[in-house]
């Protein structure tokens, strides 16, 4: 069986950006709708080092304020 849905065109460069060459537009889209678990995003987050957050919040700062500098010139 088929089901058609509408999409834009601009829907549709994104899709054709990310579909593997020997994918179907059927095969992409149920492989984007793959659903996560919250226990799927720890595992993939595993590879953050301890003390990223902070570290991530300190460049956060650093890149805001050499902006309000930069911005004062």
Same mark, same amino acid.
């Given at each position: ?20 060459? /020997? $994918? =179907?537009?059927?095969? @992409?889209?149920?492989? !984007? ?23 991530? /919040? $300190? =460049?956060?700062?650093? @890149?805001?304020?050499? !902006? ?6």
């Amino acid at each position: 069986m088929s089901t058609s849905i509408r999409i834009t065109e601009e829907t549709k460069r994104k899709l054709e950006a990310v579909k593997r060459d /020997d $994918e =179907t537009f059927d095969e @992409l889209l149920d492989r !984007l709708a793959v659903t996560r678990t919250p226990d799927d995003v720890v595992a993939m987050a595993g590879f953050a080092d301890e003390g990223i957050e902070e570290h991530m /919040d $300190e =460049t956060h700062t650093d @890149l805001s304020e050499s !902006l309000d500098a930069n911005s004062r010139r």
